[in-house]
């Protein structure tokens, strides 16, 4: 699809660009005749006249074609003077003309074009000196001086401008950078906490729905074991509102002082076993080495691998049993295995795989490595490893 093209309006307040060039061009010209007109002429020389007086219009009309056409300018500035001399004209501001428009050449393209503008100029003013046979080849030695600061200055408005302009595209790279980083950062955050309510959420939703399942199943046969579920869905649902209360605290205002309890670890996995047994899960713990010393988000990490991994066998799984490892061995860091003897559920065959999708986020953004796959025998496997000191 082709849109058309719209001409933005020009904002209010804002001068037209032509209007300082013809304000130069008109002061220039102004000065330019009335400075002339009281320059006498010389003894040899030549009053000015209708000629003389055009060629002031000329020179100071090219002074506003300096900022946009420079050499135009030179040329138009070139041919002024030449005439003038060859006029014997009194010497008078029009040279100041020669020097400006080579200060804009050199301003507005690169100083090999106004090297070689000023030796055009410097040719034709010596060629028309000699050519009169006058005595104003002086003046054209002179200008060789004055050409070259004027070439300089013009360096110098370049180089300033060059600066200005790369300050002003680093500050712009800058703010798009900013953006940038504080999009990825929402974004991380963002899936921070997706991860956290899933693996928080899903894994009591799973002990909800299986107590809830067996205590309508009991019921009216035995009221006992229906209470007995009731009382660990109510304390389960009670965990998880209080983790997620934890974390939605953490998208309140920053001035805001919220309670926040710390983030589960590796000290809460025996806890974390011991509840699953509430749904009819019975897993067992082996934890092999000594205490483990890790960074508090490793350890986080560890039990949301832990709490996922049992989640997904209570809701996929018709295993009754589940095996949890914690390994830790000097020098080859830490080690999570949680594994069923399965086989699936025929409604768990085709999992999302968004969990499993998330902890290997969480695992590998931490430095650890993350497998998750079935057994030979028909069970399911996760393991995440943390090499070295996590």
Known sequence: MTYPQ???????????????????????????????????????????????????????????????????AVAVTTAALCVELVRNYPNGPMWATGWISLAGLSWQTSRRTALAGSAG??????????????????????????????????????????????LQER????????????????????????????????????????????????????????????????????????????????????????DRAPAPGIGQIPRLVDSVGASGLKAEL????????????????????VQESLTNIIRHSRAREARVEVVTTAGSG???????AGPATVAGTGGSGVGLRGLHERVTSTGGTFEAGRLPDGGFRVRAHWAGRP
């Open 121 to 166: 100029m410097l040719a034709a003013l010596s060629v028309c000196a000699l050519a009169t046979g006058s005595d104003g080849l002086f003046l054209p030695l002179i200008f060789i001086g004055w050409s070259a600061a004027a070439i300089l200055s013009g360096d110098a408005l370049r180089d300033r401008r060059r600066r200005i302009r790369e």
């Open 6 to 72: 719209v001409t933005a309006p020009q904002p209010k307040g804002r001068t037209p660009g032509w209007l300082p060039d013809t304000v130069a061009g008109g002061v220039t010209t102004l000065l330019l005749l009335v400075i002339t007109a009281h320059v006498p002429p010389g003894p040899h020389g030549r009053a000015t006249d209708v000629l003389g007086y055009a060629l002031l219009l000329a020179a100071g009309g090219a002074m506003g074609l300096v900022r946009r056409q420079p050499r135009t």
């Open 171 to 258: 500050a712009r790279f800058l703010e798009q950078t900013r953006e940038e980083v504080a999009l990825r950062r929402v974004a991380e955050e963002r899936l921070r906490i997706a991860r956290d309510l899933h693996d928080s959420v899903a894994h009591a939703i799973a002990t909800i729905n299986v107590q809830a399942g067996a205590a309508a199943h009991v019921l009216d046969r035995q009221p006992e074991a229906a209470g007995a579920a009731l009382v660990a869905i109510q304390r389960t649902s009670s965990e998880v509102l209080d983790e997620l209360g934890a974390m939605l605290s953490v998208l309140r205002d920053e001035n805001q002082q919220a």
């Open 334 to 340: 830490l080690t999570i295995l949680v594994s069923d």
């Open 286 to 305: 082996i934890d092999e080495g000594p205490a483990p010393d890790v960074s508090p988000v490793v350890s986080t990490a560890a039990f949301r691998v």
